[in-house]
């Protein structure tokens, strides 16, 4: 194709109103300044001891909170839209599209059920692709022969499944998903097609009754056993963390019979459960990921990789023709390492009672850092570059044709041989002495090794995109209770945080690297545990003081009141404005800003000093997993939003003591107001009050959960207990 002839397979596009919202910060930025130059010019006394040291305490917080806030301002200064013309693609790479490796990765039966995992396989194995040209790796890293039988399910119904869905363009492609949204028959009048819809529907609900009725039991019969050898693997396995390496080709794409009911060619469909011995470190999702590379070296080898999460179903059929229109952009797809997909969630509540949406984070935050020279990869939803996992710099000279197949040709083996071949390559001591999780492959040593390989890879030359369809590519399960959002915020931070402690640390490691603002973007995540202390001091210290008497904002009829009015009520109505842009609601703003908090006192607290732990030696790191499994109260409350608390847990004695300072800080506050002789606008305490009062406002679900609610999801009797020695002791303190 001739240059000037040459029509992208993507563009770029950058965000509009971008004056405005540097006029905004502008005069963000005047009134961060004056409350600067305030707190520096009113520093009380060294005669004024306790007010001093509150006064000192609260600038600093304040400094930090302005940092923090340039940061995120680096993010948001130039987000940029990606659009696909799937429609060229299709015109020139058609007949020579490259072959893709879909990665789904699982950990445990219990946590994460294998009817979800088997949704989450036939839908990718379903994508509008060339089915040949797939191939669907599962990694099982609880080694359960319950997901095995749940894979020889798919494996018979994908065969009905597949046909289906090109037929009738099925969307989304996962069974469970498909059918709940069309509880009746979706497909027109015509008496054939229904008979098909209830048909394939029935196929369905029968592989689902089979695979929990098996789950329930926990174990599998010996009639289902005999239909099929990998079965037998499960007589030598001592535990799920002591096992022989169990790799099965279910569907081997390569042969002439593995075809559908309509005689299309299906999927290759593997199975693994790599070698877990108690005295190796099995490195968690990063160590089964890097397995699962180098098996599909050796049985598929596609030049293109995706990942999925075991929940996190493909919403969008297409999602991989768009990856491709980065891959195969013939002017810059060479240098695009990754296409990271948005993490979004099918279960959200109305209004988003967790703030587990992340709809800030993937609207508009991602878009930002994709401005910035490239989004971070967040764990899912990710099209790899094969090539780019290899650890090798991206060098603008070698450029490699995706679509060369001999460059990637399928070995000749059969699928036994293949199966017996590969095993060495998932067990527990091919690492040893090699740089996989050093260079190669995910890297190792993080909880958050989605982040920082990415950052390693974008270090090494090569570029990613961040692409957010209208039709979401993937959708997957969000917490439902308060204490599992929590862990969950305090997993990635903790991940986020010992790459910031670690020499991987973006402001060194990227040095000359990657852009500036591109190192500052990591920054943002990386520092999150660090607000904890700013944080905390905000919603404590001022409540304290109004116990004491001490006074530390100006008076409303002083006109250095004003910035802290601006600045505070400023960024509110602006990350309100944010929020309903991305499609979001008051209250779902309102639940937002409580969770903000809630975090920041919370999951980030412990964060850091897990980290901090870990540094001197006395931690080791774990992996927590999130539960899939949802009790049906807690189900109920949760699409009423009521906040689940129902158990004892540090955080929530933290949430509790807080709540509890706030609304003995803001009584004393208001009685201070009433009783004084100075009217509301000449009080030195009624911006501290205001403080608290909004502080209690936030808390309000937690004086319901400890004084009005009657449910199993009420704050536990011992918690409030603790709670109220920690207020009564940090009260006794402040008044001494």
């Not at 790479?93 to 036939?122: G, K």
């Not at 194995?125 to 319950?146: N, R």
Request: net charge neutral; with cysteine; aromatic share 14%.
């Amino acid at each position: 194709m001739r240059k000037n002839d040459y029509l992208p397979l993507f563009e770029t596009k950058l965000a509009k109103g971008r004056t405005l919202f540097l006029s905004f910060v502008t005069t963000i930025f005047f009134g961060i300044f004056s409350i600067v130059v305030y707190r520096t010019s009113y520093i009380p006394s060294k005669e004024e001891g306790s007010r001093r040291f509150a006064w000192i305490g609260l600038f600093l917080a304040e400094l930090w909170f302005s940092l923090y806030w340039f940061i995120t301002l680096v993010i948001r200064w130039n987000p940029v839209y990606r659009y696909t013309f799937k429609d060229r693609l299709s015109l020139r790479y058609e007949e020579v599209l490259p072959s893709v490796d879909i990665f789904v990765c699982t950990a445990d039966p219990t946590a994460e059920p294998p009817s979800m995992v088997v949704n989450t396989v036939l839908s990718v194995m379903a994508y509008d692709y060339p089915p040949e040209k797939l191939s669907v790796y599962l990694s099982d890293d609880g080694c359960s022969d319950l997901t095995f039988y749940a894979m020889f399910e798919a494996l018979r119904f994908s065969k009905e499944w597949l046909p289906f869905c090109r037929k009738f363009g099925v969307e989304p492609r996962s069974p469970e998903a498909y059918f709940q949204r069309a509880n009746s028959q979706p497909l027109g009048g015509d008496a054939a097609k229904a008979n098909e819809w209830t048909s394939i529907k029935k196929l369905y609900e029968d592989m689902k009754t089979r695979i929990e009725s098996n789950t329930k039991a926990g174990q599998i019969s010996e009639e289902i056993r005999k239909q099929h050898k990998g079965f037998r693997e499960w007589d030598s396995v001592s535990s799920r963390r002591d096992h022989q390496t169990i790799l099965q080709i279910l569907i081997d794409g390569r042969d002439p019979k593995a075809v559908d009911s309509e005689g299309k060619p299906l999927p290759t469909l593997v199975y693994l459960a790599r070698e877990k011995k108690p005295h190796f470190h099995h490195n968690f999702k990063a160590g089964a990921m890097n397995a699962l590379i180098r098996v599909s070296s050796r049985i598929s080898n596609s030049p293109i990789i995706l990942n999925v999460d075991c929940d996190m179903y493909s919403n969008n059929s297409e999602a991989v023709r768009d990856a491709m229109c980065f891959f195969l952009d013939e002017e810059n797809g060479h240098e695009i390492a990754f296409v990271q997909f948005p993490q979004k969630f099918e279960n959200i509540s109305k209004n988003d009672i967790y703030g587990s949406s992340l709809r800030v984070i993937m609207e508009v935050v991602l878009r930002g850092i994709d401005g910035n020279g490239g989004p971070c990869y967040i764990g899912t939803g990710c099209f790899y570059r094969r090539e780019s996992l290899s650890g090798k710099k991206y060098i603008e000279a070698t450029k490699v044709d995706l679509k060369n197949k001999n460059r990637y040709r399928k070995t000749e083996d059969n699928a036994d041989v293949l199966e017996e071949t590969s095993k060495a390559l998932a067990s527990c001591d091919y690492e040893e002495n090699t740089h996989w999780g050093k260079e190669t492959g995910l890297m190792y040593g993080c909880a958050a090794e989605d982040i920082l390989t990415g950052l390693v890879i974008q270090c090494r030359g090569w570029r990613s995109v961040y692409f957010c369809p209208e039709r979401k590519g993937f959708l997957g399960a969000a917490p439902t209770t308060l204490l599992q959002t929590l862990v969950q915020q305090k997993r990635w931070t903790k991940g986020d945080f010992q790459i910031f402690l670690s020499r991987y640390c973006p402001l060194w490691h990227g040095y000359n690297k990657i852009p500036l603002r591109l190192q500052l973007s990591y920054l943002a995540y990386s520092l999150w545990p660090v607000n904890c202390f700013a944080s905390l001091y905000y919603a404590i210290v001022p409540s304290l003081c109004l116990l004491q008497g001490i006074s530390l904002f100006p008076q409303m009829s002083n006109l250095w009141a004003v910035p802290f009015f601006y600045v505070f009520v400023g960024n509110r109505v602006y990350s309100l404005v944010e929020l309903l842009n991305c499609g979001g609601t008051l209250q779902e703003w309102l639940n937002d800003q409580r969770m903000w908090l809630f975090k920041r006192t919370t999951s980030y607290f412990f964060a850091f000093f897990d980290n901090i732990l870990k540094l001197l030696g006395f931690t080791e790191s774990a992996f927590t997993l999130t539960s899939k499994v949802v009790d049906d109260d807690v189900c109920k409350r949760y699409e009423q939003e009521i906040i689940e608390f129902g158990t004892t847990s540090p955080m929530f004695t933290i949430l509790t003591t807080v709540a509890f300072l706030n609304v003995f800080g803001f009584c004393w506050g208001v009685k201070r107001l009433i009783l004084g002789e100075q009217s509301l606008v000449l009080n030195p305490f009624a911006l501290q009050a205001i403080l608290s009062g909004l502080l209690v406002f936030i808390n309000l679900p937690i004086y319901q959960a400890i004084f009005l609610r009657k449910d199993k999801g009420r704050m536990p009797a011992s918690v409030t207990y603790q709670s109220i020695m920690f207020t009564l002791a940090a009260c006794s303190v402040a008044l001494y």
